[in-house]
């Protein structure tokens, strides 16, 4: 009956999710799909312990009803990306 149920909320988009997203490596993780806030609230400390036991660093967590398309989101170019920079035309 759980499973239907959030499998339900899934579809319409009112699951809720752990978002987790880390600075090094440069990713976005989502985690889920829960039935409550407190129900995701309770599963996000062993996900941020898995991915620090990873090496993940910088990390932060949102709890929120959303839809991801994707489960994991590396961003390659993260790390190379100066937001100072200016461009060179040459």
């Known amino acids: 009956m759980k499973e239907q149920l959030t499998n339900m909320l899934e579809f319409l988009g009112l699951a809720w999710w752990v978002e987790i997203i880390t600075q090094n490596p440069s990713c976005t993780y989502y985690f889920g799909p829960f039935i409550s806030y407190e129900e ?51």
């Open 40 to 90: 995701a609230a309770e599963a996000q400390d062993g996900y941020i312990e898995d991915l620090q036991g990873e090496g993940a660093q910088g990390i932060s967590v949102a709890i929120k009803r959303c839809k991801p398309n994707e489960l994991t989101i590396f961003d390659e170019m993260g790390e190379m990306i100066d937001t100072q920079a200016s461009p060179a035309y040459g």
